[in-house]
């Protein structure tokens, strides 16, 4: 069974820093992997998706990077801002059984502070 | 961009009531799905749906049930609403294996 993990839970730092977010999955036999950000009391915003076959995706500030056969993948915030604050949560969509029961992380609360 | 717009913002409901969840998408999208979102429980699936009139159980089917007659509307239905069905309920759509878009949750508190 795919099990998602997101390590640290939360964190802060001050405005203006370079961030990595990690996310580790157990089963290497993915289609891709989503990264989503959520504002308390919200849904789920898309960031970035990377394919299988791809090493990275960038989207503005955001850069997420894919090792499938280590089963890692980071989101790298540049030049964070107090806007950035959310949680971030990263998605796995299974290669197979039709690619619907995707498996989520439990996500990083950031706090970017001023 | 896709608009995935679930009608309820908030819902107060008491024990025993029937519930509908509606969702609806904008983007002809094939697959649909809804969750349940708990603190360190993270999102849990309920049920999805690959086409009109399919449906398909996710991890936490019990409880509850679904209605695809449309293909750009999902409906969940809690058949006798519980205190532990208490949660945010999520509506979520994608095109085939791509980008999946959530709509802006549902917070359902059940008395």
């Known amino acids: 069974k795919q099990e998602v993990t997101q390590i640290p839970a939360a964190l802060s730092v001050p405005e203006g820093e370079n961030l990595v977010l990690n996310c580790s999955f157990t089963d290497s036999a993915i289609y891709n992997l989503q990264w989503f950000r959520q504002d308390p009391g919200k849904g789920l915003t898309s960031l970035l998706l990377i394919q299988s076959s791809q090493r990275e995706q960038t989207s503005g500030r955001l850069n997420a990077s894919l090792d499938k056969s280590s089963g890692r993948s980071t989101l790298y915030i540049a030049a964070s801002q107090p806007g950035d604050s959310a949680t971030y949560l990263c998605a796995v969509r299974p290669h197979t059984g039709g690619g619907n029961k995707l498996t989520f992380g439990t996500g990083t609360q950031l706090k970017v502070e001023l | 961009d896709v608009k995935v717009t679930q009608s309820s913002r908030y819902l107060v409901k008491r024990t025993g009531e029937k519930v509908f969840l509606e969702c609806v998408q904008d983007?002809?999208?094939?697959?649909m799905f809804w969750y349940r979102q708990d603190p360190g429980l993270g999102l849990r699936l309920i049920y999805f749906s690959y086409d009109v009139k399919m449906k398909e159980k996710g991890d936490i089917p019990e409880g509850y049930s679904v209605s695809r007659e449309k293909k750009e509307r999902f409906s969940l239905i809690l058949e006798s609403a519980s205190t532990n069905q208490t949660s945010m309920y999520l509506c979520?759509?994608?095109?085939?294996?791509?980008?999946?878009?959530f709509g802006s949750g549902t917070q359902l508190s059940v008395l």
């Open positions: 979520a759509s994608s095109f085939g294996r791509e980008k999946l878009f």
């Open positions: 983007m002809d999208h094939e697959n």
